[in-house]
Nanobody, 121 residues
């Protein structure tokens, strides 16, 4: 019912910035909460950030708050993740997720294929 496609990943140097995008499409793309998770090599997938369907509420992982910013453009059914001051430990596959319920979780039903972010030292 909902398809998610991430873009914007790549290789950057430590201290640099990157902006990820996730476009949603399908039969039921309206009023969906959207967010980001990531999975680093050898680690479990972890929560990054989420934004409510109207954009009025956001929540971030404590370790990322202040460096990452989530936003959305409902006219384009797209959510963004601006990542600043990147560190090597930010290296991971970043996944876009969506749900009609708040908040998002590992059980969120809709996921993108992921986009790889590699931060070199």
């Amino acid at each position: 019912q909902v398809q998610l496609v991430e873009s914007g990943g790549g290789l950057v140097q430590a201290g640099g910035s990157l902006r990820l995008s996730c476009a949603a499409s399908g039969r039921t793309v309206s009023r969906i909460h959207m967010g980001w998770f990531r999975q680093a090599p050898g680690k479990e997938r972890e929560f990054v950030a989420v934004i409510s369907w109207g954009g009025s509420s956001t929540y971030y992982a404590d370790s990322l708050k202040g460096r990452f910013t989530i936003s959305r453009d409902n006219a384009k059914n797209t959510v963004y993740l601006q990542m600043n001051s990147l560190k090597p430990e930010d290296t991971a596959v970043y996944y876009c997720a969506a749900d009609r319920n708040w908040p998002l979780s590992q059980a969120t039903p809709y996921w993108g294929r992921g986009t790889l972010v590699t931060v070199s030292s």
